[in-house]
């Protein structure tokens, strides 16, 4: 089981970046990205469903953030715009082979590696 998320980068303020995660040697139904901002706990960001229904945000993003699924190519992808410096955080895709309907870390059994994006006022 493998996720690779890509795509973090550095960004003026107001701008924009997608994240990629792709998934390969498992069968999953639910996933979610998470960010760690540094000195801070790991927190919920969006999740989705690989059918890609049940989209849910954090507050936080809300209106600025989507997630959405390519089944044809096995990824999941947060579209991050008008990006803001409180957005600076490591970003984790993960994933799990049930749906819970809910947004805890726990929720999620598998995770891949960060990636980090940094946004500049």
């Known amino acids: 089981v493998q996720l690779q998320a890509s795509g973090g980068g550095l960004v003026q303020a107001g701008g924009s970046l997608r994240l990629s995660c792709q998934v390969s040697g498992g069968t999953f139904v639910q996933f979610g990205w998470f960010r760690q901002a540094p000195g801070k706990d790991r927190e919920f960001v969006a999740s989705i469903t690989w059918t890609g229904i049940h989209p849910y945000y954090a507050d936080s993003v809300k209106g600025r953030f989507t997630i959405s699924s390519d089944n044809a190519k096995n990824t999941v992808y947060l579209q991050m715009n008008s990006l803001k410096p409180e957005d600076t955080a490591v970003h984790f895709c993960?994933?799990?082979?049930?749906?819970?309907?809910?947004?805890?870390?726990?929720?999620?059994?598998?995770w891949g590696q960060g990636t980090l994006v940094t946004v500049s006022s």
């Open positions: 993960a994933a799990d082979r049930y749906y819970s309907g809910n947004h805890s870390q726990a929720d999620f059994g598998s």
